[in-house]
């Protein structure tokens, strides 16, 4: 087994008297592959945006690279109406912004595409080497951080050329293709220099072309840059053929875990999930 | 490697469109050369008390405060109504901290000549009136910046309100004068010194908006999540541009103190604001080169080419109707709103949104450093 690098324990997310997501365990170890599936309104972007810091979890932890990331209880008026389990494990209060934990190197992408879309393809990765850079606000006005500069942009333009983009890098992001704009907003999450990378269903709204394009991109990159990847997808394809393991979400809850093949003869799964298209398809 | 590298950088250093960045750079040069030297010639044989000096100075004054606005509203995104108050308190600073001990028993006549007794040199007065605003606006933004949109406009706009009705407070009397006027500080006579005052800060603006920083702001004025999910701070990055925002409308408030030579609370209200937030819609929001046109334009207007109006005409006997004090401002706001509707997005707003034209015209305001708007001051000049 080799190392975790992401360890999710017993997250709860309870919005008001919702529970969008109900005490969900989950890990990714490094170098691996692993997806989150699950019916629409299952939980699993809440889940996404509780890892990366978006929302404060209602009860539970994470921690990254064996270190305590993100750890919250029910606090106020959430501790009466609280209707997870757990409630006293954790005693801390633990939590972080979306750029500190985007810093600890945890990238994402949305699942809407969330470009800078009146800026040009080059100047959205430029944006990613903005944090990772030696300068302050005075030295870069004055064109003091050159060397960062030119380090910044020798960096960007690699990684478009790496990525076929190089053509592209004066285009406005906005005007780009549909799956372009996807792989730019990968591309983008790769400049901030990551060690997982969350996707939140990378491949939607694309055809079976440019998901399997997707699919072999996703591969490349993550050997090429030493990823561990942590995605949310619903093209069945894409999720067999490229996941080392996979999580099931319905209504919340984890109803699911294990290799690909086991999810996909899982009777539990087939009912909430993929039994749904086996309906569609009679 | 090294050859990759190496196309990589040229092609970061060659521009599509042709020209040389040093060409480009000597142009510039040249051009800003030639606008102060016509702006000294113009002094040399105009009458100081001419209009047009009026306009020109007061032209890049308000250009100067129109750009630290855009800088906000424009660039970053946060829609704020405070500058009244950053230059409120820049003035205030320059001309309290300046104003020579020997005439500060006629100013301060109610106070027995007030409780300062020095005068700093017109420099270091500039700078500490930038510092002051500055500071102002970093306290400001500490609880204000959790706000968005139109709650940000209310709270910078109350801010500028308060900060109005403190100064004139009878208890400050002995600093700011309370409500009587401040005056005998030193002031420019010479066009030139606005001009070259606001040109650097100008400059200095648009070094920021071109820097890493600065794409970090326009990242944040385009989405906040992404920018956040991209590791930008967004509290840090805003509370900058706020910072740098305030310091140079505070310097652009020192400027105006000289320009009117006196300084009262009364004339910083939220009109002024919103004079200045009128320039930056019609220059186009992110558009500093837009910003500075249309300030000269404004300025101009209601300086200069529009002043008939307040007058009463007699042609050939008879009086024109409507023609009186206050009328100006009736067809200024008209055409201000034909301005409005028909150019939506401002003079250069179209320019800068256009879907290659983007880039374009970052680098040409980079390159050119208000290279258009020089030529737009030397064509009002002429």
């Not at chain 1, 990331?69 to 609280?82: L, V």
């Not at chain 1, 030295?139 to 990525?163: D, G, P, V």
């Not at chain 1, 990968?186 to 072309?209: C, Y």
């Not at chain 2, 040409?364 to 290279?371: A, D, N, S």
Request: hydrophobic share 45%; net charge neutral; aromatic share 10%.
């Amino acid at each position: 087994m080799s190392e975790n690098i992401l360890h999710v324990e017993n997250i709860t997310m309870q919005f008001g008297g919702v529970v969008a997501v109900n005490n969900l365990s989950l890990d990714v170890n490094r170098g691996e592959i692993v997806a989150l599936i699950g019916p629409n309104g299952a939980g699993k972007t809440t889940a996404f945006n509780v890892i990366t810091g978006v929302y404060e979890p209602t009860n539970g932890r994470v921690d990254f690279c064996g270190e305590n990331m993100i750890q919250n209880y029910p606090k106020g008026k959430m501790a009466k109406s609280y209707k997870g389990e757990n409630l006293g494990l954790y005693k801390n209060s633990i939590s972080k912004t979306p750029d500190q934990i985007t810093k600890l190197g945890i990238a994402r992408t949305f699942q809407n595409i969330r470009l800078f879309s009146g800026l040009t393809v080059f100047e959205n990765v430029l944006i990613a080497k903005h944090m990772r850079a030696r300068q302050n606000i005075f030295s870069a006005t004055f064109r003091l951080n050159y060397k960062e500069e030119q380090r910044m942009r020798r960096e960007a333009m690699e990684l478009l050329e790496i990525q076929d983009m190089g053509h592209l890098k004066d285009d406005i992001a906005g005007s780009l293709p549909y799956g372009i704009q996807r792989r730019l907003e990968i591309a983008r999450a790769l400049a901030t220099e990551p060690q997982l990378l969350l996707l939140d269903e990378p491949a939607a709204g694309m055809n079976p072309q440019e998901t399997q394009e997707l699919t072999d991109f996703i591969l490349e990159i993550k050997n090429n840059y030493n990823l561990s990847v942590f995605m949310i997808e619903h093209h069945m394809d894409l999720v067999m053929q490229i996941s080392n393991r996979i999580y099931v979400l319905d209504f919340g809850s984890l109803i699911a875990q294990g290799l690909p093949e086991e999810i996909s003869n899982n009777p539990r799964v087939i009912e909430a999930y993929l039994g749904v298209s086996d309906d569609a398809e009679n | 490697m090294a050859k990759d590298n190496e196309k990589i950088i040229q092609q970061n250093m060659l521009k599509p469109d042709g020209l040389n960045p040093k060409v480009k750079y000597s142009i510039a040069a040249v051009l800003l050369a030639l606008l102060l030297l016509g702006i000294w010639w113009l002094e040399q044989i105009l009458p100081p008390s001419s209009i047009i000096f009026t306009v020109l100075k007061k032209g890049a004054i308000y250009s100067l405060i129109a750009v630290s606005l855009n800088l906000l509203n424009g660039f970053t995104g946060l829609f704020s109504l405070g500058q009244a108050g950053f230059m409120l308190i820049g003035a205030y600073t320059y001309a309290v901290l300046t104003i020579p001990p020997e005439s500060r028993a006629a100013v301060y006549m109610y106070y027995d000549g007030g409780i300062i007794d020095f005068a700093l040199p017109v420099p270091v007065a500039m700078l500490l009136a930038g510092c002051l605003a500055g500071l102002c606006g970093f306290l400001i933004g500490l609880p204000v910046l959790r706000l968005k949109s139109d709650y940000l406009a209310i709270a910078t706009l109350g801010f500028a309100e308060i900060i109005r009705a403190i100064v004139q407070y009878d208890k400050l009397g002995p600093i700011t004068n309370a409500s009587n006027l401040l005056r005998s500080f030193p002031v420019f006579r010479s066009t030139l010194f606005p001009f070259i005052v606001a040109g650097l800060c100008i400059a200095v603006i648009c070094l920021l908006i071109n820097s890493s920083y600065g794409r970090a702001f326009k990242a944040i004025r385009d989405d906040e999540i992404a920018a956040e999910a991209m590791g930008i701070n967004l509290f840090a990055h805003k509370e900058m541009a706020l910072v740098t925002s305030a310091f140079f409308a505070g310097i652009g408030g020192a400027l105006l103190a000289m320009f009117q030579m006196m300084v009262q609370a009364r004339a910083f209200t939220s009109a002024m604001t919103y004079e200045i937030l009128l320039i930056v819609v019609i220059g186009g929001i992110g558009s500093i080169t837009g910003s500075i046109i249309a300030s000269f334009l404004f300025i101009a207007c209601s300086e200069w080419w529009l002043r008939f109006l307040d007058e009463v005409q007699i042609i050939n006997g008879f009086q024109l109707p409507f023609m009186r004090s206050g009328f100006r401002m009736v067809v200024f706001s008209i055409i201000i709103m034909f301005v409005v509707l028909f150019y939506r997005k401002g003079i250069m707003g179209t320019k800068e949104f256009s879907i290659d034209g983007i880039y374009k015209f970052f680098r040409r305001l980079f390159t050119g450093e208000g290279k258009k708007p020089k030529e737009q001051k030397g064509g009002g000049a002429a």
